[in-house]
């Protein structure tokens, strides 16, 4: 599949959307052909009559990309609880050849890919028949993840259990980024060193409260 890198967290409201921003601006910004796509998205605005994909536009706007947020994702749904949920409600289920033909076309137009997740790792998208759970996605797209998790209080468990979960599931975790990072405080710098010591994954980036730009060398981004 296309180069990239796919975008999961330790739960909901995590950051990972404001995540994905910042490592697609950072991208651009060095000159790479990089596209940005979302498979599933609940929680859409509504103006007007008009569904506007939330996530999808702050992240392109964020980036300074021109284009229409409801071509980078598959499906979205407007009622804000877990995809698999909002697809039964609005009675539109969530399939992955879909996923895999949309992404396929989307990506056809870069070198590079940056896929943004739901939730954390273990969200449902599809509990009926055809099953279908994040984390089958991400083999399917053939892509190993980046981990975006907080910096607070109960990370480590929550960041732990991420990956040892995603291992489980034989993807392959490049890294971490912590987010809400207050390098002043004793407590979020050893929740660094820990999930770090606990789980061998590299922390290749924090990000503070605000950060518009993210400090991650090319070679890093190389080697992810």
Known sequence: MKKGIFITATGTDV?????????LKHLLAL????G?????LS??????????PGDCKFVLDFAGVSL?????????FEEPVSPHLASQLEGVP???PKILSDFKDISSKYDYMIVEGAGGIVCPFNLGENKLMIADVIKALGLDIIVVASASLGTINS???TIDYARSQNISVRGVILNNYDEKDLMQRDNLLQIENLTGVKVIATVKNGQTDLSISPDVFKEI
């Open 15 to 23: 950051g990972k959307t404001y995540i994905s921003a910042l490592i």
């Open 31 to 34: 000159g790479l052909n990089v």
């Open 36 to 40: 940005y796509y979302k498979p599933a």
């Open 43 to 52: 929680g859409a605005v509504r103006v007007g009559d008009k569904l506007v």
């Open 68 to 76: 229409e947020p409801q071509k980078c994702l598959s499906y979205m």
């Open 94 to 96: 969530i399939e992955l």
């Open 159 to 161: 960041t732990v259990l």
